[in-house]
């Protein structure tokens, strides 16, 4: 039955192992999943802005529009003031040429009176030239006029919109404008598009994250069983070693139970001879050491720890090459001082500090916390522990209670190969 038991307990810790393996994988999935649906959403909402502004766009496109085609129409009143000062230079031309005929013929006149007409043909020359100089300017302001006609009028065209124009006829203004307006058509049609798929895909990623939800408390369940089953085979094992009937797990549970009684006996000489007080001994005010990943931590009675226990440690991890650690833990997990060998500082490499560096660490795992809690004579167990970088090992753990001043401190671990 024993060996049954053991066979059958090693099977449930793998399975529960493997379980709790796929478990937080899906637990890893669920939480991408909730983080693609949020990321999906943020997608969503930044598309609805981007609509926004590109309606904004084509709206400000169009103000802009009618605000060149404003801009024309003052253009075009220009233009036609414009031509009406040309006319009105011209007629100045006019006038100024016929007010020249008229002084050469009062010169010619004046000339005919002799010195009577003297003064009047001074008089008319100098309205002659007058009038000469009038023509001259009028005629360089009918130019200017017609030079800035032809400016403003190609300036007017450029402002002018037709709908119903050739592309290539209208202006280069308005082509960049129809431009802008197509890429704007473009972007909108694009972020349109990219929201209806974003949709969709929202839709199958809750769809997903239900399964994933799912199979998680399906999962669950199926750990729960697990772990009873793993406990059933555990209470055979202790069954059958209570009744005193010698298994192979024997050895290891007398090698737990005479290692704790000595831990304990060197804690109690210790708290006599004032080494530590017992008040320290208990202490649970655990101090975290900076920079330590998995997390290490430091209590009162780490110094009595590192002194005491190695001596029983060490000498019961020599019982057989079958055993892999023995340590004692407080009631919390907390293990002060480990086996020498899984004692090493830490190097900054979380993989081989998780395997070598065990010492100043809480293990407060279901089999852990079970061992450092019991008050039982004995507790026997399947455990899977973490090795670190994924990596584990399938192995039994025989636990005795650590009694300190009639108070329960905590217990002695001996892990061994099946």
């Not at 929202?202 to 369940?221: D, F, G, K, M, P």
């Not at 990943?293 to 226990?309: G, I, M, S, W």
Request: proline share 2%.
């Amino acid at each position: 039955m024993s060996t049954q038991a053991s066979n059958v307990g090693r099977d449930a810790a793998e399975v529960r192992g493997a379980m709790e393996d796929t478990q937080k994988i899906v637990h890893a999935q669920g939480q991408a999943m909730q983080q693609v649906a949020q990321q999906l959403d943020e997608v969503q909402r930044a598309q609805g802005s981007i609509a926004t502004a590109t309606l904004e766009t084509l709206q400000a496109v169009a103000h802009a529009r009618e605000a060149l085609q404003a801009v024309s129409r003052e253009v075009q009143g220009i233009v036609e003031t414009l031509h009406q000062v040309s006319d009105a230079a011209g007629q100045i031309t006019q006038i100024a040429l016929q007010t020249r005929l008229v002084a050469f013929n009062a010169s010619v006149e004046a000339k005919r009176a002799g010195d009577a007409g003297r003064g009047f043909g001074v008089v008319a020359d100098a309205v002659k030239d007058l009038a000469g100089q009038v023509e001259t300017t009028s005629k360089t302001i009918m130019r200017t006029v017609g030079q800035l006609d032809e400016r403003i009028e190609s300036f007017s065209r450029d402002l002018r919109f037709d709908d119903s124009a050739d592309v290539s006829a209208r202006s280069a203004v308005h082509v960049a404008f129809s431009s802008v307006e197509a890429d704007v058509e473009r972007i909108s049609q694009a972020a349109d598009q990219s929201r209806n798929i974003c949709a969709r895909l929202n839709e199958h990623t809750q769809e997903l994250e239900s399964e994933v939800q799912q199979a998680s408390a399906r999962l669950n369940t199926a750990l729960a069983c697990s772990d009873r089953f793993l406990k059933v085979s555990e209470a055979m094992i202790e069954q059958v070693a209570g009744f005193g009937i010698e298994t192979e797990d024997t050895p290891f549970i007398q090698a737990a139970q005479q290692a704790a009684d000595e831990i304990a006996a060197m804690l109690e000489n210790a708290v006599r001879q004032g080494s530590v007080k017992l008040g320290d001994l208990f202490d649970e005010q655990y101090r975290g050491i900076p920079k330590t990943n998995p997390p290490q931590y430091l209590t009162r009675f780490v110094e009595v720890a590192d002194r005491l226990f190695p001596q029983v440690q060490e000498r019961s991890l020599a019982l057989s090459p079958r055993v892999s650690y023995v340590i004692a833990v407080d009631r919390n997990g907390y293990c002060p001082m480990h086996n020498k060998k899984y004692a090493l500082p830490q190097r900054g490499d979380v993989v081989w500090d998780t395997a070598n560096s065990r010492y100043r660490r809480i293990f407060n795992d279901r089999t852990g916390l079970a061992s450092a809690r019991n008050q039982r004579p004995f507790l026997l167990q399947t455990y899977r522990r973490d090795m670190g970088g994924g990596q584990y090992v399938l192995l039994k753990e025989a636990s005795a209670p650590i009694t300190v001043g009639g108070r329960h401190w905590g217990g002695l671990r001996i892990g061994f190969s099946f």
